[in-house]
T-cell receptor, first 112, second 114 residues
Framework: QKEVEQNSGPLSVPEGAIASLNCTYS??????FFWYRQYSGKSPELIMS??SNGDKEDGRFTAQLNKASQYVSLLIRDSQPSDSATYLC????????????WGAGTKLIIKP | DTGVSQDPRHKITKRGQNVTFRCDPI?????LYWYRQTLGQGPEFLTY????????KSRLLSDRFSAERPKGSFSTLEIQRTEQGDSAMYLC????????????FGPGTRLLVL
């Protein structure tokens, strides 16, 4: 089992709809969770970090963390074509206070 | 704050040649990380510096790879005797010291080994 798993996609969503991206992780004691967006040929850029159970909202983005079920999700409201990218989930494991374990990413396509 | 910078942005080399990449982190960040990323995969951890000390190196990293951060500021990653399998995007990131600090990435260096 991979430490951090994401559906590779592509996930196709109509413009204006809600895009829902999911990530599961294996280390129950993980403390820090990150969503990064990566455009083709570019480096990852941080969308949101979340550390506590529940929802965290930032503009059109909402991160949801459920430590009991070991999943973290990212919702994108009012999806725009510019949101088309690969979304990477990263988790800070118990055995390291600096290393991040990365999922392979979900490719999101927003159709106009 | 000028962000993380990397140089060069692209490098094409022939198999067997040595290459060196440079990373300049965000100035107040003590932690610096190197990753490698291939198509369709997430970043793969290579090594990590706390100031000038290299505290961890991935087991996946062969002896052909070496990294330095001599004065705790910029860092270099050298690959000796490059192989075609080394072709990838090499990413540098930096962060503060606290637990759970966000890592900020540079633009990356894309290496192609012919």
């Amino acid at each position: 089992q991979k430490e951090v798993e994401q559906n590779s996609g592509p996930l196709s969503v109509p413009e204006g709809a809600i895009a829902s991206l999911n990530c599961t992780y294996s280390d129950r004691v993980s403390q820090s969770f990150f969503w990064y967006r990566q455009y083709s040929g570019k480096s990852p850029e941080l969308i949101m970090s979340i550390y506590s159970n529940g929802d965290k909202e930032d503009g059109r983005f909402t991160a949801q963390l459920n430590k009991a079920s070991q999943y973290v999700s990212l919702l994108i409201r009012d999806s725009q074509p510019s949101d088309s990218a690969t979304y990477l989930c990263a988790v800070s494991p118990r055995y390291s206070n600096y290393q991040l374990i990365w999922g392979a990413g979900t490719k999101l396509i927003i159709k106009p | 704050d000028t962000g993380v910078s990397q140089d060069p942005r692209h490098k094409i080399t022939k198999r067997g040649q040595n290459v060196t990449f440079r990373c300049d982190p965000i100035s107040e960040h003590n932690r610096l990380y190197w990753y490698r990323q291939t198509l369709g995969q997430g970043p793969e951890f290579l090594t990590y510096f706390q100031n000038e000390a290299q505290l961890e190196k991935s087991r996946l990293l062969s002896d052909r790879f070496s990294a330095e951060r001599p004065k705790g500021s910029f860092s270099t990653l050298e690959i000796q005797r490059t192989e075609q399998g080394d072709s990838a995007m090499y990413l540098c990131a930096s962060s503060g010291d606290s637990l759970g600090e966000t890592q900020y990435f540079g633009p990356g260096t894309r290496l192609l080994v012919l």
